[in-house]
């Protein structure tokens, strides 16, 4: 062949794999195109709103009864139980019970020993079964109501949303047995290290991440095991929180006592496999939530590698004979309910992939209702996982004309200012209303909680945070929650909720009345740069509402707080931030003049005719003050 046929010979190859590539392109496209019409019916869908609540076959929920077994773990335990307590699972104590199966403790656990437990119904004493699926089927036959929760290792603490969400799943779905993920407590698997006083260990660690008040904090502190197939749906072959009905154990069964080996084997794994694998059955996780093993040396857990592939090659036999399978652990697809949250989502597995996979945990869910629907699955509709992002005020109200103040000054930015103040104080804990993307409760450096009926975090959380999806008035009527939250030691707060000026008072009223003398309160949006900015009804971007009378109310009725009101600007609007200090939480002035103050308020009486007029009243402070401010709060931080 001469140069010029290799020449021609090696073009002729070229188009070829052009062609194909082509080809492959057009291919690409073709699914591309694809995925979006999916994508685009998915998101009608969600559009078009699914209402869990409407949902018809489900069941009226009389309440759920956790079935808890305890095998000399009175520690742990106390920890599982205070997860369990009705108000640390959102809801109300009479639909809640505990019954604890003690399966051979010594010594013997006492009902009463668990006097600070009212949730603890019955213990039920089990001897002679080294396995607990005799006291398991015991608790079920014990239990009072129709939704039952099986936990087979009674060292499992309790993510804060199980129980709520269970009472929307029993409503809304037949039969359901629904998947809570395990994870063990601890940087590193409980299988590969070995931590002499683990119990202690963990205390320590649980004080620093502020559990039980930071209910979700333990997903900063956990890792996913290896029972866990699937790193990014969460799928499993077992749970330690296996929920269910009475009416699906009734038809399916509840454990096989066959499996009577210490531990119990493989009957987790089976009753599992079993329940969800009921074409009847209707299987959910609840990828937002988490039982958490505390490290207690368990069956499996204390063991070498080797003495732990030898016993769980003893367990496979074992359900061999029991079965009469193969160990099958084929995973059904799995319906996902709750929500799922960035700050819930960073938990690593042993080999850091799941990490690394976190960010697109939606993405992966959002597949999962997209193949739904494109394979036509019937059954209840998908959960709210994914919910329909509203509108965002700021983008789709007309941009008001800024009256052109320094643009974005670094000093006087907001955040800025609540850096400083971070600073400054050094708070062991933080409080904030409206968290809104998390912007301003990204700056804490301690322990937060935020309160929001809507947020959507972007900003990542530095340290342990818990944020209630709730208005500030639900979260603060709800006097065993607050004094749960409150038993935290608040030294900075920031209220930035609803701005319109009755909602604003009574969320500093109730800030005040729990926090204490020496906390600082600061309130967002008491210095509007423009009238319209400070009218009860929105019309532009900037917004501040009247949560300037709030100020107006504090000088006439609290002369004896100190306010500080400082030029802040968010962006390129200035908006203010009162800095309020030397609180009296006993003072009741404002509640016992409440009525009275929301009239005045409703009557205009606190109205100005003008942001001249509103200046003129307002404590406004200059930068050098506010540094003065700074200083005495940081000497007072450090004494
Ligand atoms: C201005 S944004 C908060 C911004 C946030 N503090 C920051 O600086 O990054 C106001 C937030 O208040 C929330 N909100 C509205 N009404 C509320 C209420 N009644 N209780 C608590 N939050 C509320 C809204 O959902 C919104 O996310």
């Known amino acids: 062949m001469n140069s010029l046929e290799a020449l021609r010979a090696e073009i002729q190859l070229l188009r070829q794999r052009n062609q194909a590539l082509a080809r492959e392109l057009r291919i690409t496209r073709e699914k591309d195109r694809h995925l979006m019409r999916l994508t685009d019916r998915f998101y009608r869908r969600f559009d078009e709103g699914i209402d869990f609540s409407d949902a018809s076959g489900g069941a009226p929920f009389d309440g759920i009864s956790f079935v808890v077994v305890a095998y000399n773990i009175p520690r742990h335990l106390r920890r599982t139980l205070t997860s369990l307590s009705p108000s640390f699972q959102g809801i109300a104590p009479e639909h809640l019970e505990v019954i604890v199966i003690d399966n051979g403790s010594s010594p013997a656990l006492r009902k009463e020993d668990f006097q600070e437990f009212p949730q603890v119904a019955k213990v039920i004493r089990v001897d002679g079964h080294p396995s607990p699926v005799s006291g398991l089927n015991q608790g079920i036959e014990a239990a009072k109501f129709s939704t039952i929760a099986l936990m087979i290792d009674g060292a499992h603490i309790l993510s804060p949303g199980v129980a709520r969400n269970t ?39 649980l004080r620093e991440l502020g559990w039980p008040a930071n209910g979700y904090a333990l997903f900063d502190y956990a890792v996913i095991p290896g029972e866990v197939v699937n790193k990014h749906t969460l799928d499993a072959i077992e749970t330690n929180c296996l929920i269910t009905t009475r009416e699906v154990l009734a038809d399916c069964g509840g454990y096989d006592e066959r499996f009577d080996e210490a531990g119990g084997g493989l009957a987790n794994i089976e009753i599992f496999h079993r329940l969800t694998h009921d074409e009847s059955n209707q299987y959910i996780s609840f990828p937002g939530e988490g039982s958490f093993h505390q490290d207690h040396g368990g069956t499996t857990t204390a063991l070498t590698s080797e003495q732990r592939d030898k016993l769980v090659a003893e367990y496979y036999e074992k359900y061999r004979e029991v079965t009469g399978d193969d160990k099958n652990f084929s995973l059904r697809p799995t319906m996902v309910f709750g929500e799922v949250s960035n700050c819930n989502r960073t938990v690593p597995t042993i080999s850091t992939e799941y990490g690394q996979a976190r960010q697109s945990i939606l993405r992966q869910l959002a597949d999962i209702y997209i193949s739904r629907v494109q394979q036509n ?54 409080f904030e209303i409206g968290v809104d993307d998390g912007g301003s409760i990204s700056l804490a450096d301690c322990p937060a909680v935020g309160i929001d009926p809507d947020f959507e975090l972007v900003h990542p959380l530095r340290r342990p945070t818990r944020i209630f999806r709730q208005p500030s008035d639900t979260f603060f009527a709800n ?34 009345k729990r926090v204490s003398k020496g906390c600082v309160v600061v309130v967002d949006d008491v210095l509007p740069e423009q009238y319209v900015m400070a009218q009860r009804e929105r019309q532009f971007n900037a917004w501040c509402g009247d949560v300037y009378k709030l100020i107006f109310v504090l000088q006439e009725l609290r002369p004896d707080l100190h306010i500080h009101v400082v030029p802040a600007m968010a962006g390129p ?32 009486d606190y109205d100005v005719e003008s942001i001249d007029a509103l200046e003129s009243r307002m404590p406004i402070c200059s930068l050098e003050q506010f540094d003065e401010l700074l200083g005495s709060l940081e000497e007072r931080s450090a004494s």
Request: net charge negative; aromatic share 8%; glycine share 4%.
């Open 167 to 205: 009472k929307s799943i029993v409503q809304s779905v037949p039969r359901p047995v629904i998947n809570v993920p395990q994870y063990t407590l601890g940087p590193a698997s409980q299988n590969l290290r070995s931590v002499e006083n683990a119990f202690e260990v963990e205390e320590e660690a």
């Open 377 to 430: 699955v019937q059954g209840p509709m998908p959960s709210l996982t994914l919910k329909a992002t509203h509108a965002d005020e700021r983008k789709i109200r007309p941009i008001l004309s800024p009256v052109g103040l320094p643009r974005d000054d670094e000093r006087l930015g907001y955040r800025k200012l609540m850096q400083k103040l971070h600073k400054a104080i050094k708070p062991a804990a933080y």
């Open 479 to 512: 006097d065993s929650l607050t004094e749960h939250v409150f038993s935290m030691n608040f030294e900075l707060a920031f209220i930035d909720g609803m701005h319109l000026s009755e909602f604003v008072l009574r969320d500093f009223m109730n800030v005040e």
């Open 573 to 604: 609007y200035r908006k203010g931030i009162a800095v309020i200090s030397n609180l009296d939480p006993a003072n009741d002035t404002l509640w016992t003049q409440y009525d009275a103050i929301e009239s005045r308020l409703k009557a205009d």
